[in-house]
Nanobody
């Protein structure tokens, strides 16, 4: 049974860093990603990487101040965003897919976690 379980959300100050974790289990994946859904908005792509790493890509909104990586030993997926902005608030979802880096549209990703809420205060 595939499971993706996120953690690390909560209240963050504008300008601070955010680090989210996602424990992946049940199978080996080809790639993984993070998405964000702000209140009353559609879920949007944040970052993705291949399971073996080395092919990270980021949304323009976080490019240059974020990092996506995986703890190979424990199959924990991470996303770090620095200098968090107010528009960074929302529910962050961990996603995974069988193939190598599907498109950034959410329909292309097969497996999803339940999400972790991030609130950004000014």
């Amino acid at each position: 049974q595939v499971q993706l379980v996120e953690s690390g959300g909560g209240l963050v100050q504008t300008g601070d860093s955010l680090r989210l974790s996602c424990v992946a289990s049940g199978r080996t994946f080809g790639s993984y990603a993070w998405f964000r859904q702000a209140p009353e908005k559609v879920r949007e792509f944040v970052a993705a990487n291949t399971w073996m790493g080395g092919a990270a890509k980021y949304a323009d909104s976080v490019k240059g101040r974020s990092h996506i990586w995986r703890d190979n030993r424990n199959n924990v997926l991470f996303l770090k965003i620095m200098n968090l902005k107010p528009e960074g608030k929302g529910v962050y979802y961990c996603a995974a897919a069988s193939g190598r880096l599907p498109p950034t549209e959410e329909d292309a990703w097969e497996y999803w976690g339940q999400g972790t809420q991030v609130t950004v205060s000014s």
